[in-house]
């Protein structure tokens, strides 16, 4: 008895790495035709064909120049939520001298049907210095993981069907073992399932926010923007001058004194002199 039982368990749990192995290699139907998001994939088995929704993973990489860096981190922030999105990160860099913040880079999630619409709102928040998309296609992924899935929920609810019925220690032990293996295997496919699903719902975003000023020096002008460029070098050279001038009054204070005393001691030595 106790030898009919092992080989029981032993089959079930061979049935049930057969089973997902054999359906890793799940055949696509040549009569799939890919079309837009919504488009059908047809996945042929031994006993009937399954349909299934594409499932793209999409990302994109913006770059923004903006006049104000933080501020408009902020609007970033705020336009995401409100959209039902997240900020998975959020890196700020800062003017050692000044405490300005200098750039920011986000990733961000929004949710994939929003997305064509986020990526032209995201553009309004500056002037679009770069930018780039990406799609990849996991749907043969996440047929062969739920496929793997159901086979392991199968074999595992035999198990349990074994376990119930068995009579003595070494067949409870036995079964137990057999489950304990099949359902670590099965938590595993399911948080790859989930991290898949997560990937497919909510797409990924870098948003890198520069300032406007630092391409100043190496961007082209015209009339108008060098006569702005112009006034604002007047202005930054009136700022400074003022600040030398501040700088250098206390300095003209000390060296007219000086020369005070140097006077009252010359007129001294000429007096006694006579």
């Given amino acids: 008895m106790k030898k009919a039982f092992a080989l029981v368990v032993a089959l079930i749990v061979l049935v049930g790495c057969s089973s997902g192995s054999s359906d890793s290699g799940a055949v696509i ?30 990302s994109a990489s913006i770059t923004l120049r903006v006049d104000d860096v933080a501020a408009t981190a902020d609007e970033v922030s705020n336009y995401v939520s409100s959209i039902g999105g997240r900020i998975d990160s959020k890196n700020e860099y800062r003017d ?42 996991v749907t043969l992924q996440v047929v062969d993981l739920d496929a793997r899935i159901k086979s392991l929920e199968s074999s595992i609810a035999n198990l349990q ?24 295997e099965l938590d595993s496919l399911k948080s790859q399932r989930t991290y898949l699903a997560d990937q497919v719902e909510l797409s ?8 406007k000023r630092a391409l100043d020096a190496v961007r082209p002008i015209g009339f108008i ?24 009054l206390p300095w003209l204070g000390l060296i007219v004194v000086i020369g005070v005393i140097f006077r009252l001691l010359a007129a001294v030595i000429r007096r006694r002199s006579s």
């Fill in 29 to 58: 139907s040549p009569d799939v035709i890919y079309g837009d998001a919504n488009a059908k994939v047809g996945v042929a088995s031994s006993e009937s064909a399954v349909a299934v929704d594409q499932q793209l993973i999409q």
């Fill in 96 to 137: 050692p001298e000044s405490s300005e913040i200098t750039s920011s880079d986000l990733t961000i999630r929004v949710p994939s049907a929003q997305l064509e619409n986020a990526l032209e709102q995201l553009k309004t928040f500056g002037d679009l210095e770069g930018f780039s998309s990406s799609a990849y296609d």
């Fill in 161 to 184: 069907n074994l376990l119930d019925q068995s009579t003595t220690v070494a067949d409870l032990l036995a079964a137990e073992a057999a489950i304990s293996q099949r359902q670590a």
């Fill in 204 to 211: 990924a975003i870098w948003v890198n926010i520069l300032p």
């Fill in 225 to 248: 923007a060098g006569i702005e460029k112009g006034w604002d070098a007047i202005v930054d050279f009136a700022g400074d001058l003022s600040t030398w001038a501040g700088l250098a």
